[in-house]
């Protein structure tokens, strides 16, 4: 797992290489011998091995060469599963009536491209990503731009907390396993570009410039918001139909 780099995801990667913790993890999730899944960064292939052991095929996508090879010779006597070296954010999800989960310990500084990518490019009717506690929290604060982008599309829940000891080497940072499930009332693909100006609008507080003063007060009443500074994402959803309505 990569740490506050920009530049380059293979840097400063930290690995969870004990057999008990990933096991222990991997038992955290819904995915069973039934699955189809994919797993972002394979790392030295520790959590491959397990995830293979418990799904029914594996593909796992790996930016790095030298973990690559790594991965292939750790999961050699597995014929459940393909290596397929490549940038997550560059992969194309697969498309059609096959389901499949997902499964990540990913990069802190791509966090957010990389849930933007699941959220909006994937079909994935789960999806289990370690991931920096702050950035966990943030991405259910309604305060802020992601949050409320992915709002419509999934639930995110805190599985588990992950105990720095469990990486090598440690970092700094306080780590989470998280769950996104996929919602079966996700926005239509139609409305999620005007969604996303929408919401992009409200969070700097640009309200003038999606309703006049009349459809901003019916908007709110019909959200029954009563502090306009404190919304929720059901609420900020609702003024989005309404200001789609007064569009039309």
């Known amino acids: 797992m990569s740490r506050n780099n920009r530049i380059n995801p293979k840097v400063s990667q930290n690995f969870i290489t004990s057999q008990k913790y990933v096991r222990e993890i991997i038992s955290q999730t819904n995915i ?3 699955d189809i899944v994919i797993e972002i960064g394979s790392g030295k292939g520790h959590f491959t091995r397990e995830l293979a052991e418990n799904c029914y095929f594996l593909t796992a996508v790996e930016i ?3 973990l690559v090879s790594m991965t292939r010779k750790s999961i050699n006597s597995f014929e459940n599963v393909q290596v397929i070296h490549a940038d997550i954010l560059n992969y194309r999800f697969p498309k059609g009536a096959h389901s499949y989960k997902i499964y990540g310990n990913i990069p802190y500084n791509r966090s957010t491209d990389i849930v933007k990518k699941i959220v909006f490019e994937s079909a994935a009717a789960y999806c289990f990503l370690i ?3 702050g950035f966990a929290k943030r991405l259910t604060d309604y305060k802020r731009f992601l949050g409320l982008s992915i709002f419509p599309e999934v639930e995110m829940r805190i599985i588990r907390r992950i105990p720095r000891n469990y990486f090598h080497p440690k970092p700094k940072v306080d780590s989470v396993l998280i769950r996104l499930g996929r919602k ?3 926005m239509p693909p139609l409305d999620r570009d005007l969604y996303q100006y929408f919401v992009y609008k ?3 507080k640009e309200y003038k410039k999606l309703f006049t003063k ?3 007060r019916k908007a ?3 959200a029954r918001v009563t502090d306009i500074d404190c919304l929720t994402g059901e609420q900020v959803l609702s003024m989005f139909y309404s200001y789609k309505l007064f569009l039309n």
Do not use: A, P, T, Y
């Open 32 to 34: 069973d011998k039934k």
């Open 64 to 66: 790095d060469s030298k």
């Open 131 to 133: 991931v920096e506690e």
């Open 184 to 186: 079966e009332s996700g």
């Open 202 to 204: 409200m969070v700097n």
């Open 214 to 216: 009349n459809q901003f």
């Open 220 to 222: 709110l009443k019909h």
